[in-house]
């Protein structure tokens, strides 16, 4: 099963930017689809954004213009830049391999003045 290490989070203010970063332990985002949840305190986890073995990508609607998901194959790497972040984007950012059922630990994002 592959690993998963976020990184990236931290406090920014609102309106401000950050990109967290998703290492794998294999070379599998060539050949599997992964994904960003996140969590917020008190609420369930929430798909963010995903990204398909060929490249397309699909977000949900309270992101969609603010974030981008990419991928670097060669890296094992996938990526989350957020920006124009709100309050409401606090939470922790969890990467995934829905096929293999794989987690990282998270990474906190706490957007706040």
């Known amino acids: 099963q592959v690993q998963l290490v976020e990184s990236g989070g931290g406090l920014v203010q609102p309106g401000g930017s950050l990109t967290l970063s998703c290492a794998a332990s294999?070379?599998?985002?060539?050949?599997?689809?992964a994904a960003w949840y996140r969590q917020a305190p008190g609420k369930e986890r929430e798909l963010v954004a995903q990204?398909?073995?060929?490249?397309?990508?699909k977000y949900i609607n309270s992101v969609k213009g603010r974030f981008t998901i990419s991928k670097n194959n060669a890296k094992n790497v996938v990526y989350l830049e957020m920006s124009s972040l709100k309050p409401e984007d606090t939470a922790v950012y969890y990467c995934t391999v829905p096929s293999q059922d794989s987690w990282g630990h998270g990474t906190q994002v706490t957007v706040s003045s």
């Open positions: 294999s070379s599998i985002f060539s050949q599997v689809a």
């Open positions: 990204i398909f073995s060929g490249g397309t990508t």
